[in-house]
Structures are given as C-alpha cells and as structure tokens.
C-alpha cells in the first residue's frame, strides 16, 4: 500500500469542505472515527435483519452487496475520481481463493448472528489472531510472532472458551458458523497479504477484484444452497421497515468497503485495525443492552472481559512492534542517504581542480541544501607545489 497523496480524502468533497478539513490530524481521526462506526453499526444491522426478520440468506444479501459495490467502483473510475487496476482473468484467478475466503467469512458471520448475541460473535471474530498464528507458518512460511503478540493471542483464546462454557444460550451450530467465519477471514487476510506482495496491489484493486470475482461465486452458491425456495417462501418482503433495512444492509456494506480503504489511505493499515478494536469494544458495550441483551453467568462475563483485554492488548502489541519497526527502517534510510551524499560530495571534491572551486560544508554536513554549505575559491597547484599563479623563480612567465 502506498501512502497517500490526500486524493483519496476528496472524494467526500462536499463533507471536507463543510468540515473545514485541513488538518491531516483531523482527517486521520475522522477517518478512523467514520470506519469504526460503519464497521459497528453494520454489526447492528445485520443482527437485525436475520434476527428480527428471519431473512436467512446471506449470498443474496452479498450478491446485491457486490453488484452495488462493483457498480460504485466503475463510475468512479470512470469519472476519474480513483484509479484501478483493470480486471483480467490472471488478476481474477490470482485472488480467487482469497474472493472464495471472504464470502465464506460474509455469509458464515451472518449465519453466526442468527443465533449468538452481539458481544459473543465479537468474541468468536477475535479468534482470527489465533488462526492466523498457525495458518500463517503455513502459508506465508515465515510468520514470525513475538512472546507478547502470542501472550495477548492466548489471552484472547482463554477468554472465548470461558466465555463459550459461561454462554447460558449456547447454540452450537452458531458457534461452529463464528469459528468457520474466523477461519476463513484469517485465510483471506494471510492470502491478499501475500498477493499484494506478489502482484503489487493496492487495497482498492483488492476490494474490487474480489468483489467482480465474488458475482459469480455468489450466484453459483445461491442455486447450490437454494436461497431461490427460501426468497419465494419469505413472506416478509412487505413488512414494516423490511426493505428499508435491506436497502440500508445492502448498501452499507458498499459504504463499509469504502470506509476502509479510506481510513487504510489517509491513515494507515495499523490504524484500520485499531479502529476496528475500539468498534469492538463498543459494539461489545452496547450488545450487553441491545437485542435481548446478553444471557451469560460469572464464568461467561469473565470469558467476555479476557477475551476483550486480550484484543486491546494484541492492537497495542502490534502497534509498539509497528513504531520500532517504522523507526528502525527510518533510521536505516537516513544512514544509507547519508552515505550516499558523503559519496557525491567526494565525487565534486575530486573534480574540483577543473572547475576551481572547492564546497565546504560549515557544520560538517553534506546536505546540499543547507544554508552552511558556501564556495570557496581553489587555486590549483602545480606540479612542484607552488601556487598556478605565482611565479616559479627558476623559470620564465612564457615557460
């Protein structure tokens, strides 16, 4: 991912210019803030349609999701607002596993919300961590993890196994959709981490690859797990504020796509990631008091507060490793630069007996572009190291 230019910010015109927004500091935060709401709100909103409507059909909700998203990305490219990678069948087979992983990781999640609370499915998606520990030794080879990053990864296991024996309305095909949704999410991220690499993508042409693959894949599933019965035999496609809300889904998860790559461009990756952490604190807060609430003993309340703790502390492990990390390459970019100057300086030193000019750095730098650096005039030597224009007494001016 390179970093950004700001273009990104101005494709909410109308919102920066009525904000004001000039400052990186307030686009960063209101970019994070804008993630972390979308994020926490389509938990809310999914929740709500599968549970308080019964619609249990989860690739038609991404089917519709995709087409609106890919229908975004092409008018924006269009108008020449973002810029894209143009689709191809090799991009396209490149990224098909990791398009197969995130509707796998869409359609297990909103199975998962059928039957568990807000705070329990938050505990089950903190998992991927866990999965990502061993799936990545496998698939990256070399996945490296620090004691506390794996101390934080266990923390957040003991809490959702705790919080699993303490859940007093446990479902168990509800569960086994929450840990296949992690899974195949924590396989997606391992896969795109390394296409990326591979195929020099940025996380806009990521999104839209996968979301042109993710049509056809969608439908095909739609005729396998025969969502068509199931979308002729609901009888709440006219109720009260049903297609409000599944307009609201549909769309928001465009939004949400949009949010990301927006908080991943004017921020960075590592913030996205914290500003999921702080929406899953949140959402975990507020599911306590929403939707029936949460039906759990001591044993289930301490699970959810582990489990909570451990996923603060893997963000805040991973962000100090980032900043060293950051430092380090900084560091290692000034030594090289440095040397490199030093290396052209010597070169102009050298050449200076053409030119007659020496350059001398006052304050023992090498920065052209400091203010101590002045030109000083050289008078060449001769051979027999007297100055050029001085007069040699065992020799004629004409010699």
């Known amino acids: 991912m390179t970093e950004s230019s700001g273009n990104e910010w101005h494709v909410l015109p109308a919102l920066s210019s009525l904000l004001g927004l000039h400052s990186d500091v307030v686009r960063s935060l209101l970019a994070t803030g804008f993630y972390a709401f979308m994020s926490g709100a389509m938990a809310f909103m999914n929740k709500n349609l599968v549970s308080n409507y019964n619609f249990n059909c989860p690739m038609f909700i991404l089917l519709i999701q995709f087409l609106i998203l890919v229908f975004c990305f092409e008018v924006l490219k269009t108008c020449k607002v973002i810029s894209l990678s143009n689709y191809s069948m090799k991009l396209g087979s490149s990224l098909l596993l990791p398009s197969v992983c995130y509707i796998a990781s869409s359609s297990f999640a909103l199975l998962c919300l059928n039957g568990l609370n807000i705070p329990m499915y938050n505990v089950l998606k903190r998992l991927c961590p ?3 520990v061993f799936l990545g030794y496998f698939l990256l080879h070399k996945y490296h993890i620090s004691a506390k990053v794996f101390a934080s990864v266990l923390l957040i296991t003991l809490g959702s196994i705790l919080a699993g024996y303490g859940d007093l309305s446990f479902q168990l095909d509800a569960y086994a959709y929450g840990i296949l949704s992690s899974i195949a999410q924590s396989i997606y991220l391992l896969m795109v981490q390394k296409s990326s690499k591979e195929d020099n993508l940025s996380v806009l042409d990521i999104s839209y690859i996968t979301a042109v693959n993710a049509f056809p894949l969608c439908l095909s599933a739609i005729f396998i797990f025969d969502e068509f019965s199931k979308l002729r035999d609901f009888h709440g496609w006219f109720l009260e ?6 307009s609201l889904v549909t769309v928001s998860g465009t939004v949400l796509v949009y949010s990301q790559f927006l908080c991943t461009a004017v921020t960075s990756a590592l913030t996205t990631s914290l ?18 609430g949460v039906h759990v003993n001591g044993t289930g309340f301490a699970g959810i507060i582990l489990n909570t703790l451990g996923g603060v502390l893997y963000t805040f492990f991973k962000y ?3 900043q060293k990390k950051s430092t380090s390459n900084i560091s290692t970019s000034s030594k090289l630069a440095s040397n490199t100057r030093n290396e052209n300086v010597g070169v102009r030193k050298e050449s200076t007996g053409l030119s007659g000019y020496v350059e001398v750095d006052l304050d023992g730098h090498s920065n052209d572009d400091s203010p101590a650096l002045r030109r000083y005039p050289q008078v060449p030597m001769s051979h027999s190291g007297s100055r050029s224009g001085e007069r040699d007494p065992g020799k004629s001016s004409e010699s």
């Open 320 to 322: 100090i490793e980032s």
């Open 130 to 132: 866990l999965f990502n």
């Open 241 to 246: 504020g049903f297609l409000f809300h599944f």
């Open 275 to 292: 500003g999921a952490t702080m929406k899953s604190v949140l959402t975990t807060i507020i599911g306590f008091f929403t939707f029936g």
